[in-house]
């Protein structure tokens, strides 16, 4: 009895979405504790500035390249406003 779940339309269109969101923030907020000790609660921002602003967060955007690429939409984005130099976190779930 081989049954796909990403075949049920209500669970491919909102619980794999939701659970992934779900860990994206609590990265997010991870990511945002450990470089600005003072955050204690937190809500993603579309762009944060951490750091005394050295430090920016994009989350959930997309990312502009040289060239086309068809999926440029990375969960966080780590700019440490270094010339050339970001990090860029895709989360999966299997």
């Avoid at 003072?38 to 040289?66: A, F, M, S």
Wanted: net charge positive; glycine share 4%; charged share 25%.
């Amino acid at each position: 009895m081989d049954h796909v779940i990403s075949a049920c339309p209500i669970l491919a269109k909102e619980q794999y979405i939701k659970g992934h969101d779900r860990v994206c923030a609590k990265l997010h907020f991870n990511i945002c504790k450990e470089i600005d000790k003072q955050r204690y609660d937190h809500v993603p921002k579309l762009v944060e500035t951490c750091h005394e602003g050295k430090v920016t967060i994009v989350w959930n955007q997309q990312v502009r390249t040289d060239r086309t690429v068809p999926n440029n939409k990375a969960d966080i984005v780590i700019d440490d406003n270094k010339p050339g130099t970001y990090m860029s976190i895709v989360v999966a779930i299997p």
